[in-house]
Every structure is written in C-alpha cells, then in structure tokens.
C-alpha cells in the first residue's frame, strides 16, 4: 500500500524551529520529487517547498527562502523540511505529496498535480 506520512509538526514560539518529516512505504522515493504544500485556515494551498529525484534541484516560495530548507534521505526513504525563525503566518497544515522525478513550477508557483499525498501535519505558531 503506497502511503506518505508526515510528522514533526507541533506548538512553536514565534522564531523557533521545527522538522517536518515525510515518510514513504510502499514505494522508493529515489524516483519522486516530494513537494510540501501548506493550507492555513481560510486560505487556499500553497506549495512550499520541492526537491527533485535526479539532480536534487530545489523550490520555496518566495516567503520561506532563507528559512526553510528541503533535503531527501533516500536510504530512509524519507524527505525532511527543515523550517528556522518560524513566523504566525507560517501556521497550517503541511502536506507531503509524490511525483515522478521533477518538481514542476508554473508561473512562479508549485504544480499541485501529485501522485500521492500525505494527511498532513499541522504546524502552530504562536506565543
């Protein structure tokens, strides 16, 4: 059974940190790019982050570059964003998602089409 699970969200104090992790069975990352998408409440998905299989390139929307960092352990078969200086606007629900080999971009943004996604895991921001 081809699953995503995340986990690592939680509580934090505005300027924290946290780890979100991306966890596949049932199938090999090595060839999917993973995207992280978000949804707070009230507001349509975003994508956040993406890395590709082959070549490793990489994606953030504009409001997280130089805050979050992407990055795959294909050993583990698991896919970490790693998220500094949290901000308020930062809360929501993170998801993982799957496609095939590259992460596609489309006029700035992150193409929703996955493969298969995660439940998500929610991240708060607050103090």
């Known amino acids: 059974q081809v699953q995503l699970v995340e986990s690592g969200g939680g509580l934090v104090q505005p300027g924290g940190s946290l780890r979100l992790s991306c966890a596949a069975s049932g199938f090999t990352l090595d060839y999917y790019a993973i995207g992280w998408f978000r949804q707070a409440p009230g507001k349509e998905r975003e994508g956040v982050s993406c890395i590709s299989s082959s070549d490793g390139n990489t994606y953030y929307l504009d409001s997280v570059k130089g805050r979050f960092t992407i990055s795959r352990d294909n050993a583990k078969n698991t896919v970490y964003l790693q998220m500094n200086s949290l901000k308020p606007e930062d809360t929501a629900v993170y998801y993982c998602?799957?496609?095939?080999?590259?992460?596609?971009?489309?006029?700035?943004?992150?193409?929703?089409?996955?493969?298969?996604w995660g439940k998500g895991t929610l991240v708060t921001v607050s103090s």
């Open positions: 998602a799957a496609v095939p080999w590259v992460c596609t971009v489309v006029a700035g943004q992150l193409d929703y089409e996955m493969d298969y």
